[in-house]
């Protein structure tokens, strides 16, 4: 593999590199690899030194970085965000199906269909346009103090009906991009061959589109997993308000920062698998013959 | 003798104030293989959609195997069954390897069972030459290839004539002949075709006849040895002149 200086014209699928132009190569490359270490491990450790030696950074460690608070606060924090767990799953199962019908329904061009298309570009540009957080106080306050029987008062379920509403106008523009950006032809191709047009939609054009929108939707979906501590404003005990009932206690910061750690470490694996999915789609889309 | 499965008659369509066919009147009867040439813009693509439904008409008679496509309650599924269409751009899925593409309507529109519908692909995948491929996704086929492979998901519904829309326009000038061989062994098992095509070569050996398009109608018709080689019509002779070089 290394020294096969002739032997590429009989083995045409080992690519043949000049030994020399190689070992040039790997030298720069370690090279590389040194300088880049070095330099991090400079970068950093400057920081930290000169953040550590600083004046101010004892009070500032003990407001925001305690070793007690954090192993006091932890525990309950994590406990409380299985909440926003909950809240995200129910409202993520909702976003996904109510914005690909609202997507849907905005696309078609039955007549009979007008006033759903109306009703839809309204809804979209209202929730698109509200800020998420005054949805959640005007249905998790509002609704409830109407006292109408029949009617859930739980401000749990109030707030994440607020953030499905507000969500799905945004999941369904992703859609509807994404139905939009498959090409005529393929629509054609399918009513061609004699599928209707729901089986077009079905079976050529929404596994299409859908895949290309998936990056965007994890995004969706990251932003989604935050904005579930909106609904603490109601009163639940979720992370972000077992963390502050905490701070309030104790008059220390250091829970808050626990619970920016918990969110963080659940947005990650979400966050890094849309880069990877996104990275695949660009390798397959510039690998692609056309 | 010939009964006509196609009959095209004084059909009009504009797109807004484009009138892209005035009065056209077409017919191709059974077996048939029909060559529509033309200018760019002449209106051949738009013809080949109205006749499968994938545009409507503003007037006139569309009959396909004696179905009314242009009725106002056509049964364009019906139609569309008949009458398989390819495309210049090949069109096939992405998302499906070329199995999937040849069995999802068959499967979906003819209600065929699965096992079935893929024994049939694979059948028809051999007899083009194309059976090493049925697993692969379009996109690691050659154009060629591709354009054979949606001539078989056409096929693979049993149509009674097929149309064809320039579908070598796309294809690099090698990949052409494989192509018009497989038209070529279509019109030996006699199916019926209307089909555009700038091929002028392939049109004189392979065409029953020769409609030179111009304007939206038919200007003139009959065997491709007359109309490519002694046009009555001053129009046909410049498009032949431009195209022929
Ligand atoms: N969907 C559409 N909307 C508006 N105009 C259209 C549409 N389809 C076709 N046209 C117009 O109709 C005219 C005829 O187009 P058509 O594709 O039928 O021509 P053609 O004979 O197939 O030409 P070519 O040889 O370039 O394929 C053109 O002027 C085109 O711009
Ligand atoms: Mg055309």
Redesign the pocket.
């Known amino acids: 593999m290394s020294t096969n200086t002739g032997a590429s014209i009989v083995e045409p699928e080992v690519p043949y590199v000049d030994p020399e132009r190689r070992s040039r190569r790997q030298r720069r490359s370690r090279r590389n690899a040194l300088v880049a270490t070095l330099s991090t491990v400079v970068f950093f450790g400057v920081v930290v030194i000169a953040v550590a030696t600083s004046p101010g950074w004892p009070v500032v460690q003990d407001a925001f970085f305690n070793g007690d608070y954090f192993a006091l606060a932890w525990p309950e924090v994590l406990v409380a965000l299985l909440i926003n767990i909950k809240i995200f799953v129910v409202a993520e199962f909702f976003i996904l199906i109510l914005g690909l019908l609202l997507a849907l329904t905005r696309l078609s061009k039955s007549p009979a269909l007008l006033p759903l298309r109306i009703v839809g570009t309204l809804y979209t540009d209202i929730f698109r346009g509200t800020p998420t957080l005054l949805v959640v106080l005007l249905l998790g306050f509002g609704v409830p103090a109407l006292n109408l029987s029949g009617l859930p008062t739980d401000p749990l379920v109030w707030g994440t009906i607020a953030l499905i509403l507000s969500y799905t106008a945004y999941v369904a523009e992703v859609f509807r991009s994404g139905i939009a950006s498959i090409h005529p032809s393929q629509r054609a191709a399918a009513r061609s061959l004699g599928l209707s047009n729901v089986q077009t939609n079905r079976y050529v054009v929404l596994p299409q589109a859908i895949r290309r929108v998936i990056p965007p939707l994890l995004n969706d979906f990251v932003s989604l997993q935050k904005d579930t501590a909106l609904v603490s404003v109601l009163g639940p005990i979720e992370a972000l308000r077992a963390a502050q009932i905490i701070v309030y206690g104790k008059f220390n910061y250091t829970p808050y920062i626990v619970g920016a750690l918990l969110f963080i470490a659940l947005t990650i694996p979400m966050a890094r698998f849309t880069d990877w999915l996104t990275a695949r789609q660009e390798r397959q889309r510039s690998s692609g013959s056309r | 003798m010939a009964v006509d499965l196609l009959r095209v008659d004084d059909v009009h369509k504009a797109?807004?104030d484009?009138a892209?066919?005035r009065g056209m009147t077409l017919s191709v009867a059974a077996h048939e293989v029909v060559v529509?040439i033309?200018?760019?813009?002449?209106?051949?693509?738009?013809?080949?959609?109205c006749i499968n439904g994938l545009?409507s008409v503003d007037a006139g008679v569309i009959m396909v195997d004696g179905l009314d496509v242009t009725a106002d309650d056509a049964d364009f599924d019906a139609v569309r069954q008949r009458v398989g269409m390819v495309f210049?751009s090949f069109n096939l899925f992405p998302h499906m390897s070329v199995l999937g593409n040849i069995t999802l309507a068959p499967r979906k529109v003819l209600g065929v069972s699965a096992d079935e519908a893929e024994q049939r692909a694979r059948d028809l995948l051999t007899r083009f030459g194309l059976e090493a491929k049925a697993d692969d996704y379009p996109d690691r086929l050659s154009g060629g290839q591709q354009q054979r492979v949606a001539i078989v998901r056409a096929l693979a519904m049993q149509p009674q004539a097929m149309l064809f829309?320039?579908v070598t326009?796309a294809l690099d000038p090698e990949l052409v002949g494989e192509v018009l061989d497989v038209i070529r062994g279509l019109k030996e098992s006699g199916m019926t075709i209307l089909m555009?095509t700038?091929e002028m070569g392939f049109a004189r050996d392979v065409a029953d006849r020769v409609c030179f398009?111009d304007a939206?109608r038919v200007l003139e018709s009959g065997p491709p040895a007359q109309v490519l080689g002694d046009p009555h019509e001053a129009r046909t002779r410049e498009f032949l002149a431009r195209v022929l070089g």
């Open positions: 797109f807004g484009n892209v066919l529509l033309g200018a760019s813009g002449s209106g051949k693509s738009t013809l080949l959609r545009e210049q829309d320039e326009s555009a700038h398009v939206g």
